[in-house]
Every structure is written in C-alpha cells, then in structure tokens.
Nanobody, 123 residues
Framework: QVQLVESGGGLVQAGGSLRLSCAASGSISSLNVMGWYRQAPGNQRELVASITSGGSTNYADSVKGRFTISRDNAKNTAYLQMNSLSPEDTAVYYC?????????????????WGQGTQVTVSS
C-alpha cells in the first residue's frame, strides 16, 4: 500500500505563495492520477487540481491561473505551486492518488490519501 506524505503548508499573507509537496512511499503506477483536494471548515472536500502520468492537468475554476500542479514520475512526487493566495484558499490540503476506471475518469479505484497539510492565508 502506497503512503503519501504532504509537506509545505503554513501561514502566508494574502498575495503570497506556497509550494506543497507530496511524496509517495512506493511506486505510483503510470495509470494513476495524482491530485490535490482541499477542505475548509464546514465545507466539503473539493478537488483543486489533478495530473496524469503523461502530464495532463485539470484545475478547479477557483484556482485556474494561480495554482500549478506538477509531477515527477521518477521521484513519485507531486507538487502544487500556489500563487496569489487569498483567505478563501485557507483549508487543509490533501494529496491523493487513484486509478481511474477504464470506461470513465470519474470513477476512482485504489484511492490513497495523505494526512493533509494546513494552509492558512491571512488578510
């Protein structure tokens, strides 16, 4: 079972930047997508960004143009560069990986979650 460990969260002022890292303890299949979700108090967990092993990316509308997801397949590591942060970005950010179903990308198999890292943006 792969384990994911996030790092890089913290406190930053509005307009600032943070870079989150997610290191996998084992090999991530080339079929797996890696992604970042976030959950703010009182809110549901939401997808922030995802990336396939081939580099195809997907972003939530709220972070497009500000956040960039990347992936180093050789290091089994994913990153989330977050720029122009606002207080609305305050949340616990979770790294995750899953294998999408062959017939539709919205069904996920073998999902693994990290423990989460807190990102707090002050105004």
């Amino acid at each position: 079972q792969v384990q994911l460990v996030e790092s890089g969260g913290g406190l930053v002022q509005a307009g600032g930047s943070l870079r989150l890292s997610c290191a996998a303890s084992g090999s991530i299949s080339s079929l797996n997508v890696m992604g970042w979700y976030r959950q703010a108090p009182g809110n549901q967990r939401e997808l922030v960004a995802s990336i396939t092993s081939g580099g195809s990316t997907n972003y939530a509308d709220s972070v497009k143009g500000r956040f960039t997801i990347s992936r180093d397949n050789a290091k089994n590591t994913a990153y989330l560069q977050m720029n122009s942060l606002s207080p609305e970005d305050t949340a616990v950010y979770y790294c995750t990986t899953w294998r999408p179903a062959a017939w539709t990308p919205i069904i996920h198999f073998d999902t693994t979650w990290g423990q989460g890292t807190q990102v707090t943006v002050s105004s």
